[in-house]
């Protein structure tokens, strides 16, 4: 046991970052309770109201920012956050459906697999789970 003390620690505080996220159709219309996600230095999840998303409180740094609603497709896309306040827009458009099995070398079902998606044609896509 030490009885040393150290000179006090002192934190400085400056604003956190704003970021609005707008969710929209193909054809321009808001999306009303879409899953807005964060995901990055800080990890928030937001709904969509009346088309928009809102995080008052972001660190700033690098994001992807992901949105989703029932019968539509995710979209993602990257984000740098400074201070002050930044926008983004994303646009889902309807989803298709996708069925298979997953088989080991032998051909033999494997269950309880996990499959992602992952872009073939975009080096930076993240598999979405």
Known sequence: MSDQKSEPVVLKLRPAAKVT???????GK???GA???LRGVDHQTAPSQNGEAVFTSVVPGGYQV?????????SHQWLQ???GETSIKLVLSRGAVASGRVVDHAGKPVAGARVTFHGASDWSQQADA
Do not use: K, S
Not at 66 to 74: E, M, Q
């Open 30 to 32: 808001p999306i009303d």
């Open 66 to 74: 992901a949105a989703w609603a029932d019968g539509l497709a995710h």
């Open 21 to 27: 996220v707008t969710v929209a159709t193909t054809d």
């Open 81 to 83: 956050v400074g201070a």
């Open 35 to 37: 899953t807005v996600e």
